[in-house]
């Protein structure tokens, strides 16, 4: 599976961006995917995870902010993004797994580039 990111960009403390994900090869229905995010100097961290079947969990830090979500017509994962707050300042990666409810980084078999997001106090 390639992905590919985008979406990121620069927005004021309050605001929201999307972010999308989208795939090739391998057919993307059959995979759990997810966001992850890395600020600089920390490691990278869960976000956000959706099951084939839509079934979706969260990193506490961003649940109620954060909704991801899936169109596998469209080989793409979304990343929809409210809230927004300067913590949340990352670069913003996807992944894909064939583990069910996977959240650490070595779970997951494919990634994306990773897009950067910058929130402004």
């Known amino acids: 599976v390639q992905l590919q990111a985008s979406g990121g960009g620069l927005v004021q403390a309050g605001g929201s961006l999307r972010l999308s994900c989208a795939a090739s090869?391998?057919?993307?229905?059959?995979?759990?995917m997810a966001w992850f995010r890395q600020a600089p100097g920390k490691e990278r961290e869960f976000v956000a995870a959706?099951?084939?079947?839509?079934?979706?969990w969260y990193a506490d830090s961003v649940k109620g902010r954060f909704t991801i979500s899936r169109d596998n017509a469209k080989n793409t994962v979304y990343l929809q993004m409210n809230s927004l707050k300067p913590e949340d300042t990352a670069v913003y990666y996807c992944?894909?797994?064939?583990?069910?409810?996977?959240?650490?980084?070595?779970?997951?078999?494919?990634w994306g580039q990773g897009t950067q997001v910058t929130v402004s106090s």
């Open positions: 959706i099951s084939r079947s839509g079934i979706t």
């Open positions: 992944a894909a797994t064939l583990t069910w409810k996977a959240t650490m980084p070595r779970s997951y078999d494919y």
């Open positions: 090869g391998r057919t993307f229905s059959g995979y759990a």
